[in-house]
């Protein structure tokens, strides 16, 4: 009797850790659309994402434009680089077609285009590429939107997630990392800079480092996780997001 129950215990908190964990779509809907496009945005939002995420840099006209990597090259086809090119020229480029035909004519958004597509119950996720130097056009175009409270930032780099929660005291900051060391000797300090949490490459999703952001206060991501089985083990361990790339299907396969 005592070894049905534990049995039963214990299926019911995994249930409920996995009940409780929200879905951030990678890019946007990546696996299916062009990463980082308003179409793979919208379908994020669209598969049942709780938020999506993407990744920003700002060009030499002050224009913050959705994109991960420096330059255009992966996405395009044509290698430009984001942050010494104008806006008007990254307009011209085709970010869609690369991943699949019917995709052609899907541009490199600008963030003002995202923002606007949030859905009311959801929220965006941004990642700042850049250094301080977007701040200025970031907050011009936040305050803009009107969609500031839809907002949570995350940064691998420690000046520009520190400057982020400076300049929105009121949105969720989040340090990034992949590295275990760095979490170690950095993830106290993530506490006292007032940081909502961390968010991990999921194989620093451990006991011992759950622990110890629960003991700081700290809540904790993961990145990017595409298979159910990780998926369960790191909702187990108490993560209360999940990145990935294909959040309707993974959402599908925890039920």
């Given at each position: 009797m005592k070894t049905t129950f534990l049995l039963f215990f214990l299926i019911a908190a995994s249930l409920f850790s996995i009940a409780q964990v929200e879905f951030v779509a990678h890019r946007g809907a990546s696996y299916l659309a062009p990463e980082n496009t308003l179409a793979s945005a919208k379908l994020g939002?669209?598969?049942?994402?709780?938020?999506?995420?993407?990744?920003?840099?700002?060009?030499?006209?002050?224009?913050?434009m959705v994109i991960h990597d420096k330059t255009t090259k992966r996405t395009?086809?044509?290698?430009?680089?984001?942050?010494?090119?104008?806006?008007?020229?990254?307009?011209?480029?085709?970010?869609?077609?690369?991943?699949?035909?019917?995709?052609?004519?899907?541009?490199?958004p600008f963030?003002?285009?995202?923002?606007?597509a949030i859905p009311k119950d959801k929220y965006l996720v941004i990642e700042i590429k850049t250094g301080p130097e977007i701040f200025p056009a970031l907050e011009k175009v936040i305050k803009k939107s009107g969609k500031a409270k839809q907002i949570k930032f995350i940064?691998?780099?420690w000046e520009s997630i520190t400057t982020a929660k400076k300049l929105f005291p009121d949105n969720d900051c989040y340090w990034l990392t992949?590295?275990?060391?760095?979490?170690?000797?950095?993830i106290s300090e993530c506490a006292a800079v007032g940081l909502k949490g961390v968010d991990l490459n999921s194989k620093l999703v451990t006991s011992e480092n759950m622990d110890k952001a629960k003991k700081l206060g700290l809540d904790?991501?993961?990145?990017?996780?595409?298979?159910?089985?990780?998926?369960?083990?790191?909702?187990?361990?108490?993560v209360s997001a999940i990145t990935t790339n294909r959040p309707g299907w993974l959402r599908e396969q925890l039920k």
């Open positions: 939002w669209e598969l049942g994402a709780d938020g999506v995420e993407i990744d920003i840099y700002v060009t030499p006209d002050d224009k913050v395009t086809g044509t290698d430009l680089s984001v942050s010494t090119t104008t806006s008007k020229e990254l307009r011209k480029l085709d970010a869609g077609k690369w991943k699949d035909e019917k995709y052609t004519g899907e541009k490199i963030l003002k285009e995202i923002l606007k940064a691998f780099s992949s590295v275990d060391k760095d979490l170690k000797a950095k904790v991501w993961c990145w990017t996780v595409d298979s159910p089985e990780e998926a369960k083990r790191v909702a187990d361990l108490g």
